[in-house]
């Protein structure tokens, strides 16, 4: 009977012990993972944005096959929202607050204890996008602050949730990588040619020396580095409706394998240019245009045939002078929605 006794003594002190411990664990806990998604961040962010989309990849539907989700009607945007039930008990969660391919902000909480915020951004980067993922509270129920002690603590808890659901999400985002990259290889369309009469305009440039056979590769590269340097210069004097990002382009020689062209901006007001910039006049003269729409690089040379064909129907010529515009924010629209206008000088 003593042995007993003393057993049970042992019990209430490890268990006092075990107690006093929990208890004296944080209140706060702020756990971030970050993640490199080899995919556009409009695809990474549409997906984390639709709750419908999480089932693929949230890690807690491996570790807990009780789970039983419900969704609202609206599952994306701010006010989407979906409920669980599991034999852990009940659970929600809400977006409260986002910003399109930058952040969403979501309130999550388990049946009725105060809720906690769970935050996403997004960066592109050169591999893709990097996501970081961030769960963070105030208030830790005691329940919540003895499920992270006995895990080694919240951000191993947590941690270790987030990295299982990074790895299942880089799965997903491969194979909607290649749905996507099959849709948008033929998804852009063409306006109709215009004959305008434009009056005398300025450009600023950098100037850009490559071969035609390197040229869409390079440009790339050129454009990513001489564009933002181009819109920070114009940024410091101009408003942002006095200028449009653009290309004009000088020399395209295919025998030669010569091409040349300038990065900058079409001035609607005059701007002195930076260091390393040109001052560019375009004459006054007839000008053929067409609207291309999609992603950058798809369906140029499609436009340009256009153009040629009509130049030729017309009897027009052109001094192999032509110049683009990007009309509006390719992150502010679809892909399908970014606008390129070409605009090719002709006389008869």
Known sequence: MKLFKYFLLIVLILTIGAAIYIA????????????????????????????????????????????EVSYADQTSGVGASYTWTSKDGPGRMKTIALERNKSITQELQFGDFEPTETHWTFEEVPEGTEITWNMKADQVPFIFKMFGAISGGMDNMLGEMMEKGFAKMDGVMKEEVKTYNKTIANSFKLGTIEELDLPTQKFIGYLQKTT??????????????YMPKA??????????????????????DDEKDEAEFYIGLLLKKDLAPAEGMTSIIIPASKTLKISKYGPYGIGDMEAHTKLNEYLSINEYSNNQKSYELYVNDPTLVKPNEIQTDIYYPVKK
């Open 24 to 67: 004296v664990q944080p209140n706060q806990y702020d756990v971030k993972r970050k993640q490199i998604i080899k995919a556009p961040v409009e695809l990474v962010f549409n997906n984390i944005n639709d709750f419908k989309n999480w089932e693929d990849w949230g890690p807690w539907m491996d570790d807990d096959p009780t789970i």
């Open 231 to 252: 819109g920070m210069h114009a940024a410091q004097y101009l408003e942002q409706g006095d200028y449009i990002p653009g290309a004009y382009y000088t020399k395209w």
């Open 212 to 225: 035609t056979k390197t040229a869409m590769e390079d440009m790339t590269k050129l454009f990513m580095e």
